[in-house]
C-alpha cells in the first residue's frame, strides 16, 4: 500500500520560496507508469493541481503557476519536492503531494500540510 | 479551455435519503471521468473512475453514470458518512488536471 506524506513549513513570508517534500513509502517513484503531484487547497475551496514529476523525471506545470514552481526528486530518498517562489497570501492553504496513474487518476493522497503565507 | 460545471453547489439530503450530483464538461471526455470525496479536514479520496468504475473498498451505494459531457453520481441511500464535499475530475482532454468546484451533502 503506498503511502505519502507531506513535510516542511508551515509558515511562509511573503516574497520567500514555499518548499515541501514528500516522503513516499510502500513503492518506488521511479518504478511503475506513476505521476508524483502536487494539488492544493486554499481554505475553503476547491483543489489546484500544481504540477508533477513523472516516474521518467519530465515535469509538467499548470502554466497559471508555471513560472513560479519547480518540482524535483530524489531517487535514493524515495521523496519528491515543491518549490513555490514569490509567494503572496494567496499562496496559502493545504498543499497535498499525490500519486497519479498515467491516465491522471488521483489514486493516493498525502494527508495534506497547511502553510500560511505571512509576515 | 475546458471548463466543469458541477450543480448543485449544495445539496440537502435526509440519512437514508438518495442523492443526485451532476458534473458537466464543456467538451465531450468520452468516459474518462472520476469522481473524489473529501470529508472536512482529510484528504480527498477516489470513488469512481471511467465515470462508473468504484474504487477499491466504495461502498456499493456510490454509483456513477454518463458519457461525453454529462455525469451523474448518486448515492442511493446516504449515510452519515457520507456527508462530504464531491468533487469530479476529467481525464481525457488536455488540461487533463481540472477539477470542478465541488459539491456539498449536507444533512437535511
Known amino acids: 500500500q503506498v503511502q505519502l506524506q507531506e513535510s516542511g513549513p508551515g509558515l511562509v513570508k511573503p516574497s520567500r520560496t514555499l518548499s515541501l517534500t514528500c516522503t513516499v513509502s510502500?513503492?518506488?517513484?521511479?518504478?511503475?507508469?506513476?505521476?508524483w503531484s502536487w494539488i492544493r487547497q486554499p481554505p475553503g475551496k476547491g483543489l489546484e493541481w500544481i504540477g508533477y514529476i513523472s516516474y521518467t523525471g519530465s515535469t509538467h506545470y499548470n502554466p497559471s503557476l508555471k513560472s513560479r514552481v519547480v518540482i524535483s526528486e530524489d531517487t535514493s530518498k524515495n521523496q519528491f519536492s515543491l518549490n513555490l517562489s514569490s509567494v503572496t497570501a494567496a499562496d496559502t492553504g493545504v498543499y497535498y503531494c499525490?500519486?497519479?496513474?498515467?491516465?491522471?487518476?488521483?489514486?493516493?493522497w498525502g494527508q495534506g500540510a497547511l502553510v500560511t503565507v505571512s509576515s | 479551455e475546458i471548463v466543469m460545471t458541477q450543480s448543485p453547489a449544495t445539496v440537502s439530503v435526509s440519512p437514508g435519503e438518495r442523492a443526485t450530483l451532476s458534473c458537466r464538461v464543456s467538451q465531450s471526455v468520452g468516459s474518462n471521468l472520476a469522481w473524489y470525496q473529501q470529508k472536512p479536514g482529510q484528504a480527498p479520496r477516489l470513488l469512481i473512475f471511467?465515470?462508473?468504475t468504484r474504487a477499491t473498498g466504495v461502498p456499493a451505494r456510490f454509483s456513477g453514470s454518463g458519457s461525453g459531457t454529462e455525469f451523474t453520481l448518486t448515492i442511493s441511500s446516504l449515510q452519515s458518512e457520507d456527508f462530504a464535499v464531491y468533487y469530479c475530475q476529467q481525464y481525457n482532454n488536455w488540461p487533463m488536471y481540472i477539477f470542478g468546484q465541488g459539491t456539498k451533502v449536507e444533512i437535511k
Open positions: 471511467d465515470a462508473s
Open positions: 499525490a500519486r497519479q496513474s498515467v491516465t491522471l487518476i488521483v489514486g493516493y
Open positions: 510502500g513503492g518506488s517513484i521511479t518504478s511503475g507508469e506513476f505521476y
